[in-house]
Structure formats: C-alpha cells, structure tokens
C-alpha cells in the first residue's frame, strides 16, 4: 500500500474513533461537546497518528495499543490549536480554512473545549483498551505525554515564543522553542509506541526518538516556509499571519534560502536515525519526504 492510501486509512479511522468516544461522553454538557468534537475533527491531517501507525506497524504492536495513543496524542493537539487561536494567544478566526473554535461558538466554550480535550488524552492513556503488555506501562506513558504537553514541552514553548514576539532571537533559541512546542509532541508519538514494545534494543530506541526530534523541528521549518511562500487558501489560514504578528521564524532569521538550507540538513538528519535501524523503514522515509514536502 502507498502511504497516502495507508494515511487515509488510518485517518479515516481514527476520525471515527475519536467521533465515537466524544458521541459517547454523557450528554450534560451539548455544547461543550459539540466544540470538543468540532477541534477534533476540523480538518486534520492526522500526521501524528500517522507517525504512530507507521513506528508501530514497524515495531509490529498491537492496533489497540497504537489507537489508544494516536487518540490520546490527537486530543492533546487539538486542544493546543484550540487554546493557541484564543485571543489571549494568536488570536486566530480561521483554522485549516474553517473558522476557530471561539468563532464557531464563543471564547468561554472553547477554553473550556481545550481544557476538557486536553484532560480526556489522560482519561485515554488510563483507560482504553489496551494490551496485556502496555497495561504495565500506563503509568510511564502518562509521564510520557505529561512532559510533552506541559512546562517541559508544548507549553514552555509556547511560553518562550509569545515571550520572544518582537524580539531578536538566535538560531539555538528558535530550534530550542520549537523542538518544544512542536517537536515534543511529535517525539512522544514515538516514545510512548518504544513504551509498549516488548525487547526494543535501547540504541534502536535512542535512533527513532533522534529521527522524531530530527522530522519534529523540520516539521516547524517547512511551517514557516509556506507560511511565507503559500497563499492563504492553500494554509487554510492568513498567509504572513507569524510575519504580522512579530513572530521568530526560520526565513525571518535566516532568510527564505537559509530556512530551505536548514530543512534540508534536518532532513538528511532524520533519514541518516533510520539508517542505522534493522527495520523495514520505506513508509518512515516516504514520511520524512512527505513532512519536508507538503503543501500546507
């Protein structure tokens, strides 16, 4: 199978999955579920469930395993988009062309959208159905995602971007804010599958969790790149909307030429961690080119 017929499968399924397990939260609060299933299935492309399906299919853990994290994974990024468009935060109307959840409803829903998003990923690690094996690990993989999400991953970064607006910074501070705001959640997809694999060998581990921070902060490059280069139709938001807004990205630092050099080095980085794996890795490097070449 291609892996654009394997990432719609898997996309198809996790968007109902994820519709089944918001339909079936009891029916206390209507509109607050409506908003917590409108996040979660605004549009996504569903890259980190991808990365999940792919490292797991390879690393052969069961589906129950690799579902019960990609839901957990997705709940927390769809919080983090939820609370990041705020106008406390970026202060956002359009999210993948359609508009943010505190324009679809109103600013208090999707506050407390996001909170109750980010707390139902927790709810998942802790209580769907999951193998024998991962059952002793649900401890660790909530310290797992815990660590991505908070002080020490996507929330620190986002503290130091919005800290950093309209500030000079260094190369080393901009791939630091990033390897936490967005490369910490796209490591832990790896992480938690290492968790539930049984007799993984520690270098093997160490090689997929450098490739996850490797395609993580290429991930945020190719971001700022289209972010100048692609019209806003195509982004599904406002083209130049970081550029506006004082941000810190790659081709304001480095220039569009420069930003494109340092795509390029982190992707040959990524492609070198699977190299050096005994694994079939063909889907992880057809993920590697499709991360460093997409469109929006």
């Known amino acids: 199978m291609q892996l654009a017929s394997l990432h719609q499968h898997i996309k198809q399924r996790l968007d109902a999955s994820l519709q089944d397990f918001i339909n079936d939260l009891p029916d206390a609060a209507p509109r607050l579920k409506e908003s917590m299933l409108y996040a979660l299935t605004n549009g996504g492309k569903r890259m980190r469930p991808l990365l999940v399906h792919l490292v797991g299919n390879m690393l052969d853990i069961p ?30 109307d359009l999210r993948r062309g359609n508009p943010t959840c505190h324009i679809a409803f109103d600013e208090a829903t999707a506050i407390l959208a996001g909170d109750a998003l980010q707390t139902q990923a927790f709810s998942i690690v802790a209580e769907h159905p999951m193998s024998a094996f991962a059952n002793h690990r649900r401890a660790q993989l909530v310290a797992v995602l815990a660590r991505a999400a908070g002080y020490s991953g996507m929330c620190g970064g986002q503290a130091i971007d919005l800290a950093a607006t309209g500030k000079q910074i260094t190369l080393a501070e901009l791939q ?27 270098n093997h581990q160490q090689l997929l969790c450098r490739f996850a921070n490797r395609i993580g902060l290429a991930f945020q490059v190719q971001d700022d790149i289209l972010d100048v280069t692609a019209s806003t139709e195509t982004l599904g938001k406002p083209k130049g909307s970081d550029e506006a807004r004082g941000k810190n990205t790659f081709p304001s630092l480095l220039g569009l030429d420069g930003a494109r050099q340092e795509l390029a080095k982190l992707h040959q980085e990524a492609l070198q961690a699977l190299d050096g794996l005994p694994y079939n890795t063909d889907y992880l490097v057809a993920f590697t080119d499709l991360m460093v070449s997409r469109s929006h």
Not at 76 to 92: F, G, K, N, Q, T
Not at 176 to 190: D, E, I, M, R, Y
């Open 63 to 92: 589906d129950n395993d690799q579902r019960a994290i990609s839901m957990a994974i997705e709940c927390i990024h769809a919080y983090s988009l939820v609370h990041d468009d705020l106008p406390a935060m970026d202060d956002d």
């Open 176 to 202: 630091h804010l990033h390897q936490l705001k967005t490369g910490a959640l796209l490591t832990a997809c790896v992480e938690m599958v290492c968790l539930v694999t049984e007799q993984l060998d520690s």
